[in-house]
């Protein structure tokens, strides 16, 4: 299992900027897929996981401050979870992670803890 996150930058308050998270060694359908984020001195939180839930049906989580600005999506023709970060704040600041989870354990879908995997991390500043 790998996983590559892309798409960091400098972006000016209420940007945007889409991350990717490229995975190999797995199949989407398999594993849950989260972003977490850390800032300085601050702890790693959850920000948005997705699930596959069976037949066509896909859903995603989102941590209560980016709910309506950040969207997580999957490219299955590539293997890539996306994260669409839009309303850019400085305080979205972070480097930000992506990882898999092990479906048929985890329990809360937005701690670390749960997941197994993780990518290098790729940094987001926003500028006010």
């Known amino acids: 299992v790998q996983l590559q996150a892309s798409g960091g930058g400098l972006v000016q308050a209420g940007g945007s900027l889409r991350l990717s998270c490229a995975t190999s060694?797995?199949?989407?359908?398999?594993?849950?897929i989260g972003w977490f984020r850390q800032a300085p001195g601050k702890e790693r939180e959850g920000v948005s996981c997705?699930?596959?839930?069976?037949?066509?049906?896909?859903?995603?989580t989102y941590r209560d401050s980016v709910k309506g600005r950040f969207t997580i999506f999957r490219d299955n023709t590539s293997d890539t979870v996306h994260l669409e970060m839009r309303s850019l704040t400085p305080e979205d600041s972070a480097v930000y992670y992506c990882?898999?989870?092990?479906?048929?354990?985890?329990?809360?879908?937005?701690?670390?803890?749960?997941?197994?995997?993780w990518g290098q991390g790729t940094l987001v500043t926003v500028s006010s």
């Open positions: 990882a898999a989870a092990n479906p048929w354990t985890i329990v809360e879908k937005l701690e670390s803890y749960e997941y197994e995997y």
């Open positions: 060694g797995f199949s989407l359908e398999t594993l849950y």
């Open positions: 997705i699930a596959y839930e069976g037949g066509s049906t896909w859903s995603s």
